[in-house]
């Protein structure tokens, strides 16, 4: 951890922190793995049977589950977009400013990002023109500043740009800007365009940070975010290899190779090399000898099929998924909505616990965002309503609609405004319309 940002800063000091080095080069990994790179990762492939590194390219078997995964959970988060509610008045200035700020997308990009690096910080800021931003800023340039108990201080974010370090220092109501000069690693001179900005407090009465980190799973160990990479890392492994060694093996006897009779083998006396007419059409036979034939191989490999069906199990286990969250169906038949729910109940867990962290930080940013574009907006009558993502059973749900219509459980109105999503207002007009059809029905009768 770093409890001062001035002493990392500093002529002379090694950039990066060689307190950050760890987490940085787990970043560098996990981003070489979600980017399918994976032989940077597992250098053990490389090894499997060439000594030529353009030979390992062709042969290895990379399974990108890493990228699969990392999307999956935004997927089921936000790719149906949740409902930000707030207070009537202002409701219509909100609903255009997540469009404006490019709310969603930069979610998405920060939920990717929690997946694969168990972290991710978004800022809010306002560009040249005066306009509020929402950015998911990558967490390799994230360094934060606590103190001794633990608690976050002040935000760095630091980036290289050729010999140019770019600073960011976020603290309430303020963000301060410094350069240095990067030589060899080292920072090379003092900072230099200092600059503190105080607008947010200032002018938006804004005395927090312009900064929230959005987080995956959290201990008391580990309060910046797990990735989803490492403990599935063996598995991932241990398949990538067992497959490229089996297409090894059955690239090696895809063609299977030729006996013939001994006379259609043709040796010259002189050097005694063997050459064998593939032309040939007729093979004399001598008493006794076996026509011609091919050689096949059964190379016995049901039980690595056994072991990767084994492996999957393991794999779907540890990453808290399933077959069907993937798009793969086990009987092979469609599902019904309550089925498929019961079958991605790990899934749903999972995406649950990532929202008791998201919807407090989202709600937060929502709040900045509001206050840069000055919007009176109260920050407790911000609400998320969460989707689970998965289709609608559309068949499913008017059965139990229309039963619990029949038992006298709900209303018309109160079932049509659930299963439609329409307002009071849209089932009224609903069902004024449906009277008047009958009113006139019956008078043609």
């Known amino acids: 951890m770093i409890y001062d940002v001035e002493s990392i800063l500093q002529k002379g000091l090694r950039w990066p922190p060689d307190a950050e080095k760890s987490r940085l080069t787990l970043y560098k990994q996990n981003e070489n793995l979600f980017d399918g790179n994976h032989t940077a990762v597992y250098t053990g ?53 997540l469009i404006d700020t490019s709310l969603w997308p930069e979610t998405y990009k920060a939920l990717i990002d929690t997946s694969r690096f168990g972290t991710c910080p978004m800022k809010g800021y306002l560009d040249d023109s005066g306009l509020p931003h929402a950015q998911a800023v990558a967490p390799s ?33 303020e963000v301060e800007t410094r350069t240095y000069q990067i030589i060899d690693g080292k920072i090379a001179s003092e900072a230099t365009d200092i600059e503190i900005n105080q607008e947010a407090k200032t ?75 593939s032309n040939l ?44 969250a993937f798009g793969q169906s086990v009987s092979g038949t ?31 940013l929502i709040w900045l965002l509001a206050k840069l574009a000055n919007i009176p907006l109260d920050p407790k009558e911000i609400s998320i309503s969460w989707k689970d993502g998965l289709p609608n059973d559309d068949k499913e749900q008017s059965q139990i609609e229309m039963t619990d219509v029949t038992a006298g459980i709900t ?13 009071s207002d849209q089932a009224d007009a609903d069902q004024m319309q449906i009277k008047e059809e009958l009113a006139l029905q019956g008078g043609m009768m």
């Not at 934060?144 to 760095?156: F, K, M, N, T």
């Not at 006897?253 to 090399?273: K, Q, Y």
């Not at 076996?290 to 490999?301: A, H, R, V």
């Not at 209303?411 to 307002?423: I, L, V």
């Open 45 to 97: 492939l490389l090894r499997l049977f060439h000594e030529n590194a353009a030979e390992h390219s062709k042969i290895v078997m990379c399974l990108n589950w890493h990228r699969r995964l990392s999307t999956l959970w935004p997927d089921l988060l936000i790719g149906e977009l949740p409902d930000v509610k707030v207070s009537e008045s202002n409701q219509e200035a909100i609903d255009q400013l």
């Open 141 to 173: 340039r994230w360094f934060p500043i606590v103190d001794s108990a633990g608690q976050v201080i002040e935000h760095l974010l630091a980036w290289q740009i050729d010999k140019t370090l770019n600073c960011e220092i976020h603290r309430k109501g």
């Open 203 to 277: 002018t938006y009465g804004i005395d927090d940070y312009l900064l929230v980190p959005l987080c995956n799973l959290t201990t008391t160990t580990n309060q910046w975010g797990i990735d989803d990479y490492t403990s599935l890392d063996p598995i991932i492994k241990r398949l990538e290899t067992r497959l490229t060694r089996l297409g090894r093996i059955l690239d090696a006897h895809s063609e299977p190779a030729m006996g013939v009779p001994e006379d259609a083998i043709i040796r010259n006396p002189e050097t005694g090399e063997v050459h064998y007419d």
């Open 281 to 324: 059409r007729v093979f004399p036979l001598a008493e006794g000898q076996s026509p011609p034939q091919y050689i096949t191989w059964d190379g016995q490999l049901s039980a690595s099929f056994q072991e990767i069906a084994f492996l999957m199990d393991q794999l779907y286990a540890l990453s808290e998924t399933c077959p069907q």
């Open 334 to 364: 469609a599902e019904s909505g309550t089925s498929l729910r019961l079958r991605m109940m790990a899934p749903l867990k999972k995406v649950e616990r990532m929202r008791i962290n998201v919807d407090p930080a989202l709600k937060k």
């Open 411 to 423: 209303s018309k109105k109160a079932s049509a405004m659930r299963r439609y999503g329409w307002t």
